[in-house]
């Protein structure tokens, strides 16, 4: 695991800036090397592991670099930023978008128009404004229920407690199509706290998959980032969501995506 506490120096040290298509081709080479290498030890088939590259901050050069070196699925932790991106490039037509951050339920709409993925639902109000505005669109949206397995203010989320009930009150919304939950681990340089975070989520998926409603699919995990994905792997991740260990280190503070989280 790289610490979580590195310091911006450090951090551009680790994740050099890619550039250029052929610097997009090996991070991508070399992160789905490390997914594969997690996969042997955990022994699982790597076919059920997706990375996802996170593009939160890339500018639209740079994502046509990563689009030439093969990515058709991006993740974006703010829909606005995401939204821009679309519509700047619809001439890709087979780049998809995923947003992963928390949504305000005014912004439903933007996300019903464009995204295939939204992995950070967390309330009832939200879902039914989604899927409101999906049956408007004639589109249906992939969905994962954001828990906070963390136990941390700073970040979004149910509480475990809360999911249960919280699944049980989906069925009402067509448009959405239930794949499972998604979690960040605490920002922590212990890795066995990390790992607790994954295995809270992985219990939990296996407890509630017993007892979902018809319909709502729970097969899915979407934990780990370019920090932790490999223990992401090991507990059971079928999603991670990889941004600096393809692109290069970011210089926006993660408390910029989740307030009050440390530098
Ligand atoms: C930015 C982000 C990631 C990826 O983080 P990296 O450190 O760039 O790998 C994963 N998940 C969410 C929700 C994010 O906002």
């Known amino acids: 695991m790289i610490p979580a506490t590195l310091t911006s120096h450090e951090r551009h040290g680790r994740y050099p800036q890619a550039l250029v298509v052929d610097d997009f081709r090996r991070n991508l080479a070399a992160v789905q090397a490390r997914i594969a290498a ?3 030890r955990a022994g699982r088939d790597p076919a ?20 030439a070196a093969g990515c058709r699925f991006l993740g974006e932790n703010k ?28 912004k439903a709409k933007l996300v019903a128009r464009f995204a ?31 828990v906070n397995t963390s136990g941390e203010d700073s970040k ?30 605490l920002f922590s340089d212990d890795a066995a706290r990390v790992r607790a975070c994954f295995v809270r989520l992985r219990e939990l998926r296996d407890r509630l998959r017993q007892q979902a409603p018809d319909g709502i699919g729970l097969d899915e995990l979407s934990m780990g980032m370019s920090g ?12 991670v969501r990889v941004g600096q260990a393809i692109f290069g280190a970011r210089d926006t503070p993660d408390s910029h995506y989740w307030p009050a989280a440390g530098p």
């Open 38 to 40: 997690a996969c042997h």
């Open 48 to 67: 059920g592991v997706r990375l996802l590259p996170v593009s939160k901050t890339i500018d639209e050069a740079r994502i046509r670099q990563a689009y």
């Open 79 to 106: 829909v606005q930023e995401a939204h821009h991106k679309w519509e700047a490039m619809q001439d890709l037509a087979d780049l998809h978008w995923s947003v992963i951050g928390h949504l305000q339920t005014n």
């Open 116 to 146: 295939s993925e939204f992995q950070a639902l967390d309330s009832l109000r939200l879902a039914e404004t989604l899927d409101r505005r999906l049956q408007l669109e004639g589109r249906q949206l992939d969905v994962f229920v954001q």
């Open 156 to 185: 979004y989320g149910l509480a475990p407690a809360d999911v249960p009930g919280f699944i049980a009150g989906l069925p009402p919304f067509p448009c959405l199509r239930v794949r499972g939950l998604m979690t960040l681990a």
């Open 228 to 239: 932790d994905f490999e223990i992401a792997i090991e507990e059971g991740a079928t999603v």
